[in-house]
Structure formats: C-alpha cells, structure tokens
C-alpha cells in the first residue's frame, strides 16, 4: 500500500513546517485536518484553504478518523501528547514526525503507541529563520532533502507512505536511514555546525568588529542567531553523538593549532589540501535547499 | 600631499589583487607600471591597457622612476624583493602593500627602506576563489573594507596617498588600524574562520555526506577549499594572534560542550541568547562586500 488520494491526513502542530506540511499536501489534493495550540493559528490555516478541518482541542472522534497522522512539535512536546491522547489515534493508521533528532524520538513513540498505529519517524531537512504558520511556505521543500528514520521493526507500508508524503511535498531527495545513522550524521553536519557558530560568535563583544567583518566570518555564524528553546532541546535529545562529534571537530582543530604552534608548514598545508579537496565535493549546490 | 593625477604608479606583483589594483588605477587614469615574474602576464597586462609598461626584470632606472610602489605579493616574497632592490626606490616615494597580515610585515618593511622611501601597511579586504591576472577584476573592492595600518613614525601624508589608493580603488569603507590592531581582528575574524572551516571539513571523508548536507555546513565550510601555501605563510606570520584567538574559541566551545554535557539548559539558552544577539548585528549585509 502507498499513500492513497482519499487518505485522511492529521497535522498536529501548524508552525512553520506543519504548517507548509499542510499547504503542499492540501495543494495535492489530500484531505487535511490540523490541531494547534491557539484559535488564531487554526483560524488562520482554514481561511487560506490549508486544512480542511481543525480544532485546538483534541477530540477522541476527530482524532480517530484519520488514516495518517503527521506531528509537526517539538520533540518532547509531541512525545506527551503521544503519551495523553495516542490511544485515540485509528487502530492500523501510520503515524510520521518532523523532528531534528531520531533515536531518542522513534523507539519512545513505537513502544507508547504499541502497535495500535505504526509510528516512522521522518525529518524534512528544511526550514527558514521565521516561525509560525505565517510564513509557512511549502516550496522550502523543493530541492531540500527528506530522511525517512525506520526501525528494524518498519512495515514496508509505512516505509512507503512515509516516503510518499515526502514526494508529495516536492522534496528533491527522499533516503533512508536508521535513526542512529540519522543522528550521527546530523550530529555532525548541523548540530556540531550550530555549536561552533554559537561558540564562535559568544567569544568577543562584535558591534565594532562589524566594520571588519566579511563574508567568512558572516557566513560562519548566519546560524548563530538561533532559536534557543528548540536548539537545546534537540540538542540534549541527541547529546552523546553531538559530544562525540564535537570532540572529534575539536581534536582536529588541535591538531591545526598545534601545528601552527610548531611552525610545522608541511603538516598545516596537508590539513589545507584535504579539506580543500574534500570540500570540492560540495561545489554543485543545489537551488533552494535549505537545512537547519 | 595627496595622491596627485600625474604620481607614477608601480605595481610589483600582477596576480588577482595586483592586476585588479593595475586595472582599476589605470582606468581612473593614472600612470599605472608593472613588474611581474612572467613574461606572459606583463603581456596581458599590458594588451588589456591595466599597465602602460611592464617588465619581468627589475631594473633599477625604471624602478627609480615611480612616486608610489604598490607591492602585491606574498608577505615573504615582498620582503625578500624589498632586501634586494630596496635601494632602487625613488628617495621620497611611498610604498604600500596589500598582504593580510601586518605586523610582521610592516616593521620589516620600514626597517628595510631606512627613510629612503616611507613604508605604510594598507590591507584591501577582497578576494575571489581564483587566482592570476586573467581573474582580475576591480569591482571587486566595491563595496569593500580597506585597512590603513600606520605606525607611530609615519607621516600624515603617507596615511592620506595610502587612504586615496583605496580610495581611487572604489572601497567602501577606509579605516585606519596600528598593525597590531589589525592582525588581532583579522586574526579573529578571517584567520581562525579560516582554521574552524578547515579542521570541519578534515574531520571525516565527506563524499557520502553531501546528500545530506545543507546550507549550514556549506556556509561553514565554504571557506575550506583555500590556497594551502598563501595561508600557511600568512597564519604563521599571524602566529601568536593567532593561536590566542584559536585558543579563546575553543574555550568557549567547551563551555557549550560541558554544558551540554552536564546538561545544563539554562547556560546553553543564555548561550545562545547571546550569540543570537550579537549576530543581529550583522543582519544588514552590505552588498558585494568580500573578504578573505
């Protein structure tokens, strides 16, 4: 089974990414319910046609008629609601995230559903430096990439659906990997990316330096302006990879250092043409793809 | 004394900045000469009109004849030219350079010249990923920093023939910094991002990660595909500055690592408050600005 045309599909959470979650797939065609904290959020999705349906309450009969169930929350958020209201979710519907972080994520879902819905974890990499449903924007996705998260225990269905629902929303690259493959790799190439920014612009007092200051040290820290509750939360979700990651980043920084404080030339200009070589891998960027 | 209309310009050094700087004076219609290594670079420079004479050879009555000598070549190469034809300078010109590091540079350089000529430091805060005549272009200092370092002996008249180079060059913004000043900015600002991006990308084989890599990783590391001799030497002649400035990142990147690892939320909130806030200082990107 894919993800069928009449298939009900239920957004928990309309910020920036459900929200845009709701505008591609209502776009498709699909049948979209949204729940959302705040009426003016809900009131909002209605008047632009991204949800068909919606509440700020959780409603057992709401819930329960439909087929996928998509949460658009903060990690641990998502995972009390789970926790309240999963048994109203339809038995044998498919249940998918959005979250940044994966291995402390999919199994607490799997095992707090218990087989009554199949839970797949999945993580469009995309997003803006904006919030909230207002600046919900589906074409992030195009060009972005979509990582579907199963589990040894994953269904083929839910393998597809979960994939489906990321073509459906124009990603340019569906893949898949383990939760813990997912949050090696994330660890690496946007949490270690974000700490370093942080550290890095928490170093100096910058107001005169912005005179000086070009487009290196601009592009390091673009990310150091950053959304402090969702950051930490995701980074303690994820905090014995991004600690092995980041002292892996650090060694190595070390070993330039000390490099640099031996005037070992040769060595510094080794380090140089690796990554050198190594970054001409990334040269073909593509239009539009984003990842925070 | 300002720059006057009929000062003879030579240029020692015609690769991307020195060809730019030869572009751009003689477009603004100065007498503009070069001295460069290949014969078929004082060609080009010379069918492209960015010189109107050129040698490979330094010959001491041509040299003798310019009011300003503009040096764009690697720091040591510019100082070891100075060592052997010095004496060739006019009595009373001024000479300036365009190398990224300074105060291993400047003092040299003013020790050099004994009086005969006054040295003044300046640094053209520009750039582009490629390299040689055949790239030069000078729109790229518009909208650009350039950096006048004066010492303590060098006269007002120096500073303002400097100031009007860049001037006449198109920069944006012409600032005046001692050279240690400037080595300690530069050192934070382009230097250790330079350090960061090479020892993220060293960190592990990447080939595979470029599926998943996004626009943070990839602003991180732009700058890692870099001119392993040209660094090298400037980060050695840097070297102190530095590795202070290394060594203040890397602690402050610990201090979000250990909290992370304690799990203490609130300092790594406070952390990213902070950062967030001095990022925002630099929301406003000037346009075409560069440095490397």
Redesign the interface.
Known sequence: MKLCSDSKILIVGLGLIGGSYAQGLSAKGYEVGGIAKSAETVAYALGKGYISSGYTEVNKEYVGKFDVVIFALYPKVFLSWLEKYGSYIKRGAYVTDVTGVKTSVVYKAREILRGRAEFIGAHP?AGKEVYGIKNADYKIFRG??Y?VTPTADNTEDAKEICADIGRALGFK?I?FLSPEEHDE??G???Q????????????????H??????????????????N??M??EL??LN?DE??K??????E??????DA??E?D?EK??E??????K??????V?PKE????
Chains 1, 2 share one sequence.
Do not use: P
Request: proline residues 0%.
């Open positions: 990499m972005a990439n990582i690259r893949s790799m994330i690496f190439l946007s270690l990316a974000h700490m370093i920014a942080v550290a890095l612009m928490d170093c100096k007092e910058s107001k330096l912005v005179d000086y200051t070009g487009n290196s040290f601009r592009d390091l820290t673009r990310i150091a302006d950053i402090e509750d950051w930490t980074f303690l905090k991004l600690i990651q980041t002292d892996l980043f650090s190595k920084l070390k070993e330039l250092r640099l404080a005037e030339a510094m200009k380090m140089m043409r690796l990554s050198s190594r970054r001409r891998y990334f040269n960027k793809e984003k990842i925070e």
